[in-house]
């Protein structure tokens, strides 16, 4: 992997969001540099969902975030229906971002402990002054309603009251009030038990039907992203690994570190445990990235092609791209 | 096989301004030397606090714990602080599941590793820390010597776990408590710390107690399984039973929310409807009923015993799948 490429980059009319070589570097003091996002391209069409799946410290978050410009890239290109986020003086991209919101990880410390629910919601209908007090109250118990919470019961009680699966609810309600057309959403479920992971990802996708949205979803497990997504794209230590749609990448994974990924989940039938060798070790560090193609110092095909040449995205079956130089075909 | 533990009718309550929240109520389980079981439920279920429950850790004036676990022979009910203490590190051992806040994040790795050694085993400081260096090679850390060094906030998620569970096989415990390892790691990380659990086990001949909320990390790791619900078993067998055949519809609804990498694409996951019942005021009948799809008017009145069919495998409830018991 670990490439680069514009490869899987469609040219359709319906594409949404579409970035460009976005690269992303944190100052880390005494002249070291954290690569987190080096030259990440990628589009995200009207009402798709795309996944970007990766382990911890693969840059997931930072390209979500970095969509947003929070903070601006160091380069590259991110456009959202026809405008350069990245060229946009403060005040327009301020309100540019109204139509693209965030859902975050933990969802109790996302929320502000001291605001009751109706607050929460209300503040981003004040900030942009839309409607009168009585159209924003009816707006937020729809908003409520909607996410399956009760707004009698919930209205005047603060996050602490609640358990992580109805603060995500919350959350989620939080980011539907001003209309957005993006939701990008960063493990939105990791944190819950499994039940209610479900349950959270039924309702994201009931959202995203009845409010029209595209979506971007970010997560480190497969299998939870399997059932929401239209497109997958695999992330290594701030490239891009694979990308292709989810039947395609789950029955014929192509680059290697997609198959660890595949291979790393438990399967729940004592059965059926799988055999294969597990990947070893941890990522390198995003300050030094090995030359060539990131993930050699971890594929079991690693060559000297792979040290000296890093490997770009091409097409190797009908709309699945991979970044490595030995596919597995 | 010898029983290395046996908890008998464990309750533990503990006293809230609102009434007494029982956490976990009548929990029978035997723990076979050199096996591994599965405890198995959802956040609020009462695994958490039966695993420290079994091992003493619950303390407090507000905590009402009733019962008997005998540990190796010795009922740990009537031992004081100080006696169950010496149970730990060559006895028990636990493995959190937050791996930095489980550790002192002030004290260099070498220091917490050694502390273990040099109390329970008495070891020198030298022997300790030759000691320390190999129990890091055992759990898979690199350059070891340079990680006895450091800081537990200069390591990540899966190296932090490495640490804690070197911590906890230190004084070669004859039984593990692991409560939630791998939760708070990545997918391929969980896959490497729960294969270093298992050669660990092989190595030195220890029993395990696996608290998740995962069913997909119970089916590879474990001989026999219990799942809890409201503070109760309300399913236990082998784990190749359970999985060839539930009889509780908890546990069949909890292994179907499983999101699964074969999942149709674009179909909708399987939930259970709801939630917990409130653990202070969980009224009469099954405990899950309201979340239950086969429930019956019995099952809001009357609460089930847990019964057991013909080969052993104990369910709690009235109509359970598979037909009658």
């Known amino acids: 992997m670990a490439g680069s490429g514009t490869a899987h980059m469609r040219n359709t009319t319906d594409v949404v969001l579409s970035v460009r070589d976005l690269v992303v570097e944190?100052?880390?003091?005494?002249?070291?540099?954290?690569?987190?996002?080096?030259?990440?391209?990628?589009?995200?069409?009207?009402?798709?969902?795309?996944?970007?799946?990766?382990?911890?410290?693969?840059?997931?978050?930072?390209?979500?975030?970095?969509?947003?410009?929070?903070?601006?890239?160091?380069?590259?290109?991110?456009?959202?229906?026809?405008?350069?986020?990245?060229?946009?003086p403060k005040e327009n991209l301020r309100s540019a971002r109204t139509s693209m919101q965030m859902i975050f990880q933990d969802p109790i410390s996302s929320l502000d402990p001291r605001m009751t629910v109706s607050r929460l919601i209300e503040e981003p209908l004040e900030i942009w002054d839309r409607g009168n007090q009585?159209?924003?109250?009816?707006?937020?118990?729809?908003?409520?309603?909607?996410?399956?919470?009760?707004?009698?019961?919930?209205?005047?009680?603060?996050?602490?009251?609640?358990?992580?699966?109805?603060?995500?609810?919350?959350?989620?309600?939080?980011?539907?009030?001003?209309?957005?057309?993006?939701?990008?959403?960063?493990?939105?479920?990791?944190?819950?038990?499994?039940?209610?992971q479900a349950q959270i990802l039924n309702l994201l996708q009931d959202m995203k039907d009845r409010y029209g949205l595209t979506m971007i979803f970010i997560?480190?497990?497969?299998?939870?992203?399997?059932?929401?997504?239209?497109?997958?794209?695999v992330m290594y230590l701030g490239k891009v690994c694979e990308v292709a749609p989810p039947d395609v990448l789950y029955?014929?994974?192509?680059?290697?570190?997609?198959?660890?990924?595949?291979?790393?989940?438990?399967?729940?039938?004592?059965t059926r445990q799988a055999t294969v060798a597990l990947l070893q070790g941890e990522p390198p560090s995003p300050m030094n990235p090995p030359s060539g193609c990131r993930f050699r110092t971890r594929c079991p095909a690693a060559s000297a092609l792979c040290v000296e040449q890093e490997p770009q995205l091409r097409e190797v079956a009908p709309g699945q791209f991979v970044a490595c130089h030995h596919p597995i075909l | 096989m010898t029983t290395i533990m046996s908890i008998r009718d464990l309750n533990v309550s503990f006293d809230t301004p609102r009434g007494m929240l029982e956490a976990?109520?009548?929990?029978?389980?035997?723990?076979?030397?050199?096996?591994?079981?599965?405890?198995?439920?959802?956040?609020?279920?009462?695994?958490?606090v039966m695993s420290r429950a079994a091992m003493g850790l619950l303390q407090g004036r507000n905590v009402r714990r009733t019962g008997t676990v005998v540990y190796d022979g010795q009922e740990l009910t009537a031992m004081t602080r100080e006696q169950v203490?010496?149970?730990?590190?060559?006895?028990?051992?636990?493995?959190?599941?937050?791996?930095?806040?489980?550790?002192?994040?002030?004290?260099?790795?070498?220091s917490q590793l050694s502390e273990g050694l040099r109390v329970r085993l008495g070891l020198s400081k030298k022997a300790a820390s030759a000691r320390s260096k190999e129990l890091l090679d055992l759990v898979h850390i690199p350059d070891a010597q340079a990680m006895l060094h450091k800081f537990p906030y200069q390591l990540s998620g899966g190296m932090r776990q490495r640490v804690m569970i070197a911590i906890a096989i230190a004084c070669k415990p004859k039984l593990l408590f692991a409560d939630e390892p791998t939760t708070a790691l990545d997918v391929t990380v969980q896959a490497q710390i729960l294969q270093l659990l298992r050669e660990l086990r092989q190595e030195l001949d220890m029993s395990m107690v696996l608290v998740t909320h995962d069913l997909g990390v119970v089916a590879g790791n474990t001989d026999s399984v219990a799942v809890m619900y409201a503070g109760e078993v309300v399913e236990y067998a082998t784990t190749k039973k359970l999985f060839a055949g539930m009889?509780?519809?908890?546990?069949?609804?909890?292994?179907?929310?499983?999101?699964?990498?074969?999942?149709p694409s674009g179909k909708r996951l399987s939930v259970i409807a709801g939630r917990l019942p409130d653990p202070i005021d969980r009224g009469a009948g099954c405990s899950f009923a309201p979340r239950c799809q086969y429930v019956q008017a019995k099952c809001h009145t009357e609460h089930p015993p847990l019964e057991a069919d013909p080969d052993g495998h104990l369910f709690r409830c009235w109509f359970p799948i598979g037909g009658a018991k």
Request: proline residues 6%; contains cysteine; hydrophobic residues 40%.
């Open chain 2, 85 to 110: 203490r010496n149970t730990f590190g060559t006895g028990m051992a636990m493995i959190f599941q937050d791996p930095m806040t489980a550790l002192n994040p002030v004290r260099r790795i070498g």
């Open chain 1, 219 to 233: 997560s480190h497990d497969l299998a939870v992203v399997k059932a929401v997504s239209n497109r997958v794209m």
């Open chain 1, 134 to 196: 009585q159209e924003r109250a009816e707006r937020i118990n729809t908003l409520l309603n909607n996410v399956g919470l009760e707004p009698e019961l919930v209205l005047s009680r603060r996050s602490y009251e609640f358990s992580g699966g109805q603060c995500q609810r919350i959350s989620i309600a939080r980011a539907l009030a001003l209309d957005p057309r993006m939701l990008i959403c960063d493990e939105p479920v990791s944190a819950l038990d499994v039940s209610i």
């Open chain 2, 24 to 48: 976990v109520r009548g929990v029978d389980l035997e723990i076979e030397a050199g096996t591994s079981i599965g405890i198995v439920g959802e956040s609020g279920s009462g695994k958490t």
């Open chain 2, 247 to 263: 009889r509780m519809p908890y546990t069949e609804a909890l292994l179907q929310s499983i999101p699964k990498v074969d999942h």
């Open chain 1, 26 to 88: 944190f100052r880390v003091g005494q002249g070291r540099v954290v690569k987190a996002v080096s030259g990440v391209s990628f589009d995200v069409c009207k009402g798709e969902t795309l996944a970007i799946v990766g382990e911890s410290g693969c840059g997931k978050t930072t390209l979500g975030k970095a969509v947003l410009q929070l903070p601006p890239p160091k380069s590259g290109e991110v456009v959202f229906e026809g405008t350069d986020l990245t060229q946009l």
């Open chain 1, 251 to 270: 029955a014929k994974p192509a680059h290697h570190y997609t198959k660890a990924l595949l291979d790393s989940v438990p399967i729940p039938d004592p």
